[in-house]
């Protein structure tokens, strides 16, 4: 599963998998692709570069790069406090009334909320930034949209390509304009923040949007009959996030959520604004059905949503409160089934890349 990208960066698979467990990362990268860790729930640089000090020494040299969220437009002096006070009353004591329905305990005194988007905000992805340049990662990509002018310029001084997600074709123009590198073609039926186009269309859309700018296809992918799929369409890889949420190595998921997660069809997720403020596919729950209620106060733009929700969040996530658990995941769900090493994915995929191309072949009346 080679690339003229691929080959590029110096992966034997053109595959890049987007994860928030520096475990899997080291993973994804040791089994021949480009392991890619979520920075948005460091809220603090010293933990962001205990967990980079890891992938460094389990890597085995292998490429790996970080994925952060900040704006493409600077605003000066906001805080997290200015943010915070502009949540309304009636929305926290929604969460409360909701919390309290299904009988979520509270933390323990003291302890903090260990799950904050405080991410959103571009003075923390800064942060994050200043310490991820001292490693040597070989990509960078945002998930919000094209960063700054001034990142993508640091980082190209730094040797760091540059990626940014796109959900159509005239974002992905913008990115290209912006000076972007790789531009990642997010589907409707991605996990996390996608836009409406699916990604058979969006695909080619936005290689011939771009081109010859090398585009990731993203959403819908589990399955090496799916990347050969998306390399038919133009892509020069694929962005994979959900598959790596069942893996072994993937042990912060809770054993709850893997239960909920193995049992879950293509059909139980939902577009929903109910954990940042702006849609993002994840596991159909209680909590999305509560914040998609038109009885309800409705969601509040991002980030004031993530930050309202973050300490319930982390409620639920800690007591394992099932009707209201769940995450960002796209509709491969449905085919992930068991629990898995990344280096069995990996297999899975190259073995289903195989079996499309020798279909291809026999069909094109070729021998493999």
Known sequence: MQTELSKQLGIEHAVFGFTPFPAVAAAISRAGGLGVLGAVRYT????????????????????????????????????????????????????QDTLAKYGVPELADGEASGW????????????????AFDYPIRLLANAL?????????????????????????????????????IVVAQGYEAGGHTGEIASMVLTPEVVDAVGPLPVLAAGGIGGGEQVAAA??????????GSVWLTTTEAEL????????????GSGDTVR???????????????????????????????????????????????????????????????RMNSERSVQDVF???????ERAVDRINRIAGRSS
């Open 44 to 95: 603090a640089p010293d933990d962001l570069k205990r967990d980079l000090d890891w992938i460094e020494a389990h890597v085995d040299g292998r490429p790996y790069g970080l994925d952060v969220v900040m704006p493409a437009k600077k605003v000066e002096g906001v805080t997290e406090a200015d943010v915070e006070a502009m949540i309304p009353a009636g929305h926290r004591q929604f969460v």
């Open 116 to 131: 904050r988007i405080t991410g959103w905000m571009e003075q923390v992805a800064r942060g994050q930034l200043d310490v």
């Open 145 to 181: 949209g094209s960063p700054p002018a001034d990142v993508v310029a640091r980082a190209h001084d730094r040797g760091v390509l540059v990626a940014a997600l796109a959900g159509s074709a005239r974002h992905a123009r913008k990115h290209r304009d912006g000076g972007i590198d």
């Open 231 to 240: 390399l038919a369409l133009g892509a020069q890889g694929v962005w994979l």
């Open 253 to 264: 998921t809770s054993p709850a959520l893997v239960r909920k997660l193995l049992a879950a």
């Open 272 to 334: 929903s604004r109910a954990l940042t403020g702006k849609p993002a596919r994840q596991l159909r729950t209680e909590w999305t059905d509560a914040w998609d209620d038109p009885a309800g106060p409705g969601t509040l733009p991002m980030p004031l949503q993530g930050l309202l929700v973050a300490e319930a969040v982390s409620r639920i996530q800690k007591y394992e409160v099932a009707p209201l658990l769940g995450t960002p995941v796209g509709q491969i769900v449905g």
């Open 347 to 353: 297999d899975d995929l190259t073995r289903g890349f």
